[in-house]
């Protein structure tokens, strides 16, 4: 199974790109990716408390089972004051 992250500010500057496909086993969750984009760019602050899950338009959790072509993005924190 493949799944799509996409990318945007800081994470598409830090990434160099758009979007990256996730290969996965049947039954991944987000947490699945999160490692796997975690590994590939270390650079990355992948942490739960800097990010809201996004899968296909929709906030959803760490723990969201994943379904083929489902598109990922870890849409970062603004703060502002």
């Known amino acids: 199974m493949v799944v799509s992250v996409e990318f945007y500010g800081a ?5 160099q790109t758009h979007e990256v496909k996730v290969p996965l086993l049947e ?8 490692e796997y984009i975690g590994h ?3 650079d ?3 942490s739960e408390e800097n990010f809201v899950v996004i899968v296909n338009n ?5 723990n ?4 083929y072509n489902d598109k990922i993005t870890f849409l970062p ?3 502002g004051g």
């Open 64 to 67: 969201h089972i994943l379904n």
């Open 44 to 46: 990355l602050t992948f």
């Open 11 to 15: 994470q598409r500057a830090l990434t």
């Open 40 to 42: 590939r760019y270390p």
């Open 27 to 34: 039954n991944g969750r987000v947490r699945d990716v999160a």
């Open 58 to 62: 929709k906030v959803s959790t760490l």
């Open 77 to 79: 924190h603004i703060g």
